[in-house]
């Protein structure tokens, strides 16, 4: 490695000597005092890893040198210090480096050159389903179940673990990988050799999941990646990026008596996507940061993806090492950890001065007030009190196809009491009768038939799970408890949640209102919510009915929570409880009561609602490090059932008749010539989509229906719908998620006049049909494909299948007015071209009708920055406009001349063989 600037230099900690890539001498020559905390951590990175050919003294010179102000032009490479993922992201991966070994042994390399040389850690955490709830046997019950389901799956994983050096696994029933990650995988400051030298550095990491930000909060530098980026990263390639900008967030003050971390989450989600940050790094500072306890922070920093920036980082400060040391890390990595911040200027007190951003937002953390966001997406805030004015106004536009509603809001006692549900309902103006367990009620729009205690958002921070504990704890004295038509669960972050809620009581007492603990895994939050009764499911499609969930999760997209809920609110873990207590949207909790207690009485939410000081004094009495030791001193062994799974040996994967893992065919027929970016020809239009086109849209994590093509290709291979398992756990096999790509229930195609699904209009026959059929048609016919569509075009998570499902439907090219950031570098890593319109453009201003066939030329190999796209009618008329061609940088357009990252990367380690 190369030292331009002569920073080498050594740290002396506990009683060792480190070499480090040392900032202090770097700034003797420039300012570096400015620079915000994550810029330096960037700084680093270049100074540790320049080597002349990917990182070279310009790139480190033009961090040093960052105009806060400048659009990003310039690209740097980065690379973590490891790779942390989930099952649903992980299997994929582990799949294509098996794919790759075989791949690469056929063009003349070592099976073993494809190894992760970075650490690469999995959590299994996405395939637990809520199937079981509402009992103590639920969490047994679920974890059996989803063993049963999974066998084939993690019996993969097992060779993966035994096959890979350098990856380890931590087994089912845990903990949510962020919270697993937060709590004991980040080492905050890497101690580790090179060359025979102990070397400290930050801890940098890339995780196959949007939400791998909330490591951020503990001043780790990480955001989500797809797969394919993840996998190049464990291969030892580093990450080609534009140096970004930077938005500060000053906090000041503190959160009001009755506040939670959730309302200002919500509130900083909606103010950073109405400023616009997607590409951009946002970083948290001010005096506020006295009064924001780290799992604040970390709930802060876990929804970077929802306000659309790359990460949402914290600095490494007093807090910092208060959480190591409460989370039973080891004081020589605590001392290690203070030791290198303050030698390297990562510290962060009173006495730091102010970095330089490219704008700066403000808030006051006592402006925050209660809130929820819904129906539909994250960045939609809604002040409690405004909540059931959202519900009708959703109402209306969801129902529009009935009869109008009744003008007032109707309330319905059914037999067992008060059981007010809903707004007034359907045609008839009734309301659905429905008897579930010996309870009898009417089911109407409004109905919270989901109610969920999930995600990492809010399951890692004790504040909300306590505070729901206590709302819980009041509620029972009261004598009320959920209504019978909401499915209720809990999905702690890890095993330490359970520990704390059992220490003080007050597990029990969310049992008593009927929250039970059902799995430790990301659950409704994934969309893994399981069924619902079957009562309540035909009451729903009886009355066409508008029902709604409530959960303390992070995204609540179209779709994603449950087929057949159609509205869907985030909300802190006490809400949960609230709105589980009054089983409606149909009610303003600020001034309606949520219920009627035992002794005849109104209940208010403020009856029930804890202090601020309660929350505080419960937490001070349960949690200790002790702990966290007890839960993660063999946190890669698992149990028994872990451990019986079958898995095979050896280095190279023996390939079965699987329906979960499929070898994939990116590889097939694969040679060690490159090609061009060449222009595309007579493309037809395989969508047409609107603003706002998620990756849950564009490859869907739920439920498989039995008519749907991934339906019908499992029944031809002999798997009952009882046994589809969901798309999330079948992303090891290309056959299901081809066929579900663009397969949400919610999505639309404009082709279709309103059609909701996956369809799309075949033009040549002029057939409505499934997506995946027109695309196998136009294969027949040897015609290339095309997606058009609007704004935020991959908004949500780092759904590697959402490009790669794209590519094996045969698109060439998405051309989109912009995409979220991971999507977009997705496509690129899978060999798909994304375009965007030039601004004030679109699709529909364009009047383009997606029946057209489309030319776009001028591509000069990838070069060009801009392409010419003719779109020519049925009748011969044609319209030519201009796109940009989102090709970022030079190693972006590398990427794509050899198809791909993963292709790349096999030529360039099976060249390095034959050499």
Known sequence: MQDSFATRDTLAVNGRQYRIASLARLGQRFDLKRLPYSMKILLENLLRHEDGVNVTAKEIEAVANWDAKKEPDTEISFMPARVVLQDFTGVPCVVDLAAMRDAVVKLGGDAKQINPLAPAELVIDHSVQVDVYGSESALEQNVEIEFQRNQERYGFLRWGQKAFDNFKVVPPRTGIVHQVNLEHLARVVFAGEENGEAWAYPDTVFGTDSHTTMINGIGVLGWGVGGIEAEAAMLGQPSSMLIPQVVGFKLTGRLSEGVTATDLVLTVTQMLRKLGVVG?????????????????????????????????IFPVDQEALNYLRLSGRSEEQITLVEAYAKAQGLWHDEHTPHAEFTTTLELDLADVKPSMAGPKRPQDRVLLGDVRKSFEDAVVGLTASRKPLASSIERFSGEGGDTAVGHAESAAGKGEHVELNGDKFKLGDGAVVIAAITSCTNTSNPAVMLGAGLVAKKAAAKGLK?????????????????????????????????????????????????????????????????????????????????PEVKMNYLASPPLVVAYALAGTLDIDLTRDPIGTGSDGQPVYLKDIWPSNQEISDTIAGAINPAMFEKNYADVFKGDSRWNRIASPDGSVYQWGDSTYIKNPPYFDGMTMETGRIEDIHGARVLGLFGDSITTDHISPAGSIKKDSPAGRFLISRGVEPKDFNSYGSRRGNDDVMVRGT??????????????????????????????YDAAVKYKADQTPLVVLAGKEYGTGSSRDWAAKGTLLLGVKAVIAESFERIHRSNLVGMGVLPCT???????????????????????????????????????????????NVMLLTPKEREFFRHGGILQYVLRQLAGRKAA
């Open 280 to 312: 951009k790094f946002v970083e948290f500072f001010g005096d506020g940061l006295r009064h924001l306890a780290l799992a604040d922070r970390a709930t802060i920093g876990n929804m970077a993806p929802e306000y659309g920036a790359t990460c949402g």
């Open 482 to 562: 959920a209504k019978p038509w909401v499915k209720t669960s809990i999905g702690p972050g890890s095993l330490v949640v359970s520990d704390y809620l059992e220490k003080t009581g007050l597990l029990k007492e969310l049992e008593k209102v009927g929250f039970y603990i059902v799995g430790y895994g990301c659950t409704t939050c994934i969309g893994n919510s399981g069924p619902l009764p079957v009562e309540i499911s035909k009451g729903i499609a009886q009355g066409d009915l508008a029902v709604a969930s409530v959960l303390s999760g992070n995204r609540n997209f179209e779709g994603r929570v449950h």
């Open 742 to 771: 663009f397969a949400n229930i919610r999505i639309k195609n404009l082709m279709l006049d309103g059609v909701e699904g996956g369809y799309t209009l075949h033009v040549p026959s002029g057939e409505q049909m499934a997506i």
């Open 837 to 883: 319109f030039k601004a004030g453009e679109n699709a529909q201003s364009l009047g383009l009708t997606g029946k057209e066939t489309f030319d776009i030329t001028g591509l000069d190999d990838g070069n060009a920055k801009q392409a010419t796209v003719t779109a020519t009618a049925a009748d011969g008329s044609s319209k030519r406009f201009t796109v």
